[in-house]
């Protein structure tokens, strides 16, 4: 777990005011910028805040100020927190844009249709909706049921295609499906990609050559006709219309 400076801003202040450290440092340790701390020190910025010491919440300690101001060089460190509390797990459907919610309930439609060995918890994962919502399309029985329309999440913005791919492969596996996706459905691995690539250009070439060989035998035959014609010509002998052409 990282550990990070409280009320930063609030804390250059204290520093300004309270110290003779450089403004380089107090940016380093505060993370802002040099001429925002020199702002702070002129009174153009942060004029309201009060400061905050960072000694007394135990971020900072009085040897480490007295060494930074004794050597422009150095870098403020941070103390090490008596009592480390861990960061709380995020829990909970995924965060959708309110542009995006109304759509939700085609996604699922989509989902449910398309790949019905996905789980709920999958589906939940995917599009950011709740398990009775997921019932309620599956069932029928949702309150727009008469109006929605399968549509794919990724195209909706809900997923990405590559999230997808992952959940329908993990729920083929936990339903023993072993069978390849139809060609197209979905993404290609780097190795497919690259093996492809390498095959294109031997195919183009190999049309290419054999439209150049069509083309000079094109061009033998009208060359020699119009040796022909240019010889008839010379003895006087009429021409066929394809000729005079």
């Known amino acids: 777990m990282t550990t990070q400076l409280l009320m930063p801003k609030a804390t250059a202040v204290w520093l300004v005011e309270n110290t003779a450290l450089s403004f380089k440092q107090i940016a380093d340790f505060c993370s802002l910028h040099p001429l925002e701390v020199q702002g702070i020190a002129d009174g153009d910025v942060a004029a309201g805040i009060k400061g905050v ?6 971020q900072l300690t009085r040897e480490e100020i007295a060494a930074g101001e004794a050597n422009p060089d150095y870098k403020l460190r941070l103390s090490e927190p008596k009592v480390k509390i861990a960061q709380p797990k995020r829990r909970g459907p995924r965060y959708t844009p309110t542009s995006r919610r109304h759509e939700r309930p085609n996604a699922i439609k989509w ?22 919502t997921i019932e309620a399309v599956r069932e029928g029985t949702h309150w727009n049921a008469a109006n929605l329309t399968a549509m794919d999440p990724v195209t909706l913005g809900l997923c990405s295609q590559t999230e997808l791919d992952m959940e329908v492969r993990r729920a083929a596996r936990s339903a023993g499906i072993t069978e390849d996706a139809p060609e197209g459905t979905r993404l290609l691995t780097a190795e497919e990609a690259l093996s492809r690539a390498a ?30 014609a240019k010889l008839k010509s010379l ?10 052409r």
């Open 111 to 132: 989902l449910v249709r398309n790949h019905p060995e996905l789980k709920d918890a999958q589906i939940m994962r995917l599009v950011g909706t709740t398990k009775s």
């Open 199 to 228: 095959d294109q250009p031997h195919d183009d070439d190999e049309s290419a050559a054999q439209q150049g060989l069509d083309m000079g035998a094109r061009h033998d035959e009208y060359e020699a006709e119009s040796v022909f």
């Open 235 to 244: 003895k006087g002998e009429p021409l066929d219309e394809d000729e005079e």
């Open 53 to 58: 010491s960072p000694i007394q919440n135990g």
